[in-house]
């Protein structure tokens, strides 16, 4: 299952609204995770089954979608938000994760 | 508080071996599967490895199979990947990771990471 990522990168400011989309090559129903990965960090957990906040993560971080299509929305960016965002699929092995969405500073 | 602690990435030359170890803390080991990551320089993500929570479950990713082993060690509360025949292309950071929960394979804790350059 290839996992693709629009845009590649996406240019805002702070306070501004990010949205970010995944598609799969095929269903992986709600089986899809979203990790936020900062310079020389692993990456953290922010969402898993499509739409379950992981823990400590704060509430202007949604996330929605089934089977194909997903989307990641971080409402009014704060500074510490800049960082490139993946998604990954774990319903068919190998669970693929996409080439990433970079949110940069506009 | 839950950790984990990569060790073992070197410097190597091609055909060479090197096996990495992950050192986990603050939790029960044998309640959870453990993985392990990579990711090549201003590359995006790749799941190498899992490994059930009883050791008795494994798979990789085609890309190493057959020259990659991931094994784990309860009485340690460790997680190993032992790798032969390394190449240019596995030259990466490997993170050892948690499987979030048995069937849901999402990434819950990760470690920071151990690097492995494979040049001659």
């Known amino acids: 299952t290839v996992m693709t990522q629009s845009p590649g990168t996406l240019s805002l400011s702070p306070g501004e609204r990010a949205t970010l989309s995944c598609w799969a090559s095929?269903?992986?129903?709600?089986?899809l995770a979203w990790y936020q990965q900062k310079p020389g960090q692993p990456p953290r957990l922010l969402i898993y089954?499509?739409?379950n906040r992981a823990s400590g993560i704060p509430a202007r971080f949604s996330a929605s979608g089934f089977g194909t299509h997903f989307t990641l929305t971080i409402s009014g960016l704060q500074s510490e938000d800049f960082a490139i965002y993946y998604c990954?699929?774990?319903?068919?092995?190998?669970f693929g994760f996409g080439q990433g969405t970079k949110v940069d500073l506009k | 508080q839950v950790q984990l602690v990569e060790s073992g990435g070197d410097l190597v030359k091609p055909g060479g071996s090197l096996r990495l170890s992950c050192a986990v803390s603050?939790?029960?080991?044998?309640?959870?599967?453990m993985s392990w990551m990579r990711q090549a320089p201003g590359k995006p993500l790749e799941w190498v490895s899992y490994?059930?929570?009883?050791?008795?479950?494994?798979n990789y990713a085609e890309s190493v199979r057959g020259r990659f082993t991931i094994s784990s060690d309860s009485a340690r509360n460790s997680v190993f990947l032992q790798m032969n025949s390394l190449t240019v292309e596995d030259t990466a950071v490997y993170y050892c990771?948690?499987?979030?929960?048995?069937?849901?394979?999402?990434?819950?804790?990760w470690g920071k990471g151990t690097t492995v350059t494979v040049s001659s």
């Open positions: 990771a948690r499987i979030g929960e048995v069937d849901y394979f999402y990434i819950d804790v």
């Open positions: 603050g939790f029960t080991f044998t309640d959870y599967y």
């Open positions: 490994i059930s929570y009883d050791a008795t479950s494994t």
């Open positions: 095929q269903s992986v129903h709600n089986d």
């Open positions: 089954g499509a739409s």
């Open positions: 990954q699929q774990y319903n068919y092995w190998p």
